[in-house]
C-alpha cells in the first residue's frame, strides 16, 4: 500500500527566513506527487506537482519542492516566506493509473513577524 | 475564476439522522470527488465519479453512504444514518482530467457533526 509521511506536524519560522516542510512516501510502483496548501477557512490549493521530467519543480507563491527517488522524498521549500504563508500544507501522491489522492498528515507553518 | 463550492459550511446533526452534503463542481469538468478529514487526522478519499457513476471508492465508502449528480450540476454526498464517527471536514473536488496527471480544484469543505 502507498502511505504519505510529513515528519512535521508544526513549522514555526520568522518572516523572511528559509522553510523546509518535509514529505516521505512509499511505493512500490510509479507515483506522481503533490503539494497542496489550506489557508485559513479556505479549500485546498494545488502548490506545485512532480509528474515526470526535471526533478525540481516550482510552483505557486514561490515555493519549489524537489523530487529524490532514491531517498523517496517531495520536500517543499521557499528561500524567505512572508506572514501570508501561514497555512496547512499537505503532501500527496497517487499512483499512475488512479485516482485516489493520498495524503499525508499535514504540517502547519506559522509565520513569527 | 471558476471555483468549487459546497453547502452547508457546517452541519449539526444527531445520530441516526440523514444528511445530504452538496457541491457546485465547476462546470466543464468531468470527474469528482469526495474526501474527508476527521479532526487531527489525514485528509482521506473517500470516492470517484465519472460519467454518471462511482469509478473507484475507499473500504470507508460503505453502504451508509451514496453519491449522485441529480442535475448537471450538483454532486452530492448522502450519509443514510449518521453515526458519532462521521463527524468530520468533507471536501468536494472535481477534475477536467483523471486524477493521474491532472489538477484536483477543492471546494472549501463542510463541517458535519454528529452528536
Known amino acids: 500500500a502507498q502511505s504519505v509521511t510529513q515528519l512535521d506536524s508544526q513549522v514555526p519560522v520568522f518572516e523572511e527566513a528559509p522553510v523546509e516542510l518535509r514529505c516521505n512516501y512509499s511505493s512500490s510502483v510509479s507515483v506522481y506527487l503533490f503539494w497542496y496548501v489550506q489557508y485559513p477557512n479556505q479549500g485546498l490549493q494545488l502548490l506545485l506537482k512532480?509528474?515526470?521530467?526535471?526533478?525540481l519543480v516550482k510552483g505557486i507563491n514561490g515555493f519549489e519542492a524537489e523530487f529524490n527517488k532514491s531517498q523517496t522524498s517531495f520536500h517543499l521549500r521557499k528561500p524567505s516566506v512572508h506572514i501570508s504563508d501561514t497555512a496547512e500544507y499537505f503532501c500527496?501522491?497517487?499512483?499512475?493509473?488512479?485516482?485516489?489522492?493520498?495524503f499525508g498528515q499535514g504540517t502547519r507553518l506559522t509565520i513569527n513577524p | 475564476e471558476p471555483e468549487v463550492t459546497q453547502t452547508p459550511s457546517h452541519q449539526v446533526t444527531q445520530m441516526g439522522q440523514e444528511v445530504i452534503l452538496r457541491c457546485v463542481p465547476i462546470?466543464?469538468?468531468?470527474?469528482f470527488y469526495w474526501y474527508r478529514q476527521i479532526l487531527g487526522q489525514k485528509v482521506e478519499f473517500l470516492v470517484s465519479?465519472?460519467?454518471?457513476?462511482?469509478?473507484?471508492k475507499s473500504e470507508i465508502f460503505d453502504d451508509q453512504f451514496s453519491v449522485e449528480r441529480p442535475d448537471g450540476s450538483n454532486f452530492t454526498l448522502k450519509i443514510r444514518s449518521t453515526k458519532l464517527e462521521d463527524s468530520a471536514m468533507y471536501f468536494c473536488?472535481?477534475?477536467?482530467?483523471?486524477?493521474?496527471?491532472?489538477?484536483?480544484?477543492f471546494g472549501e469543505g463542510s463541517r458535519l457533526t454528529v452528536l
Open positions: 500527496a501522491l497517487i499512483i499512475q493509473g488512479a485516482q485516489k489522492l493520498v
Open positions: 465519479f465519472y460519467n454518471n457513476e462511482i469509478s473507484e
Open positions: 512532480y509528474l515526470s521530467g526535471s526533478t
Open positions: 462546470s466543464n469538468h468531468l470527474y
Open positions: 473536488a472535481s477534475s477536467s482530467y483523471p486524477g493521474t496527471t491532472g489538477e484536483l480544484f
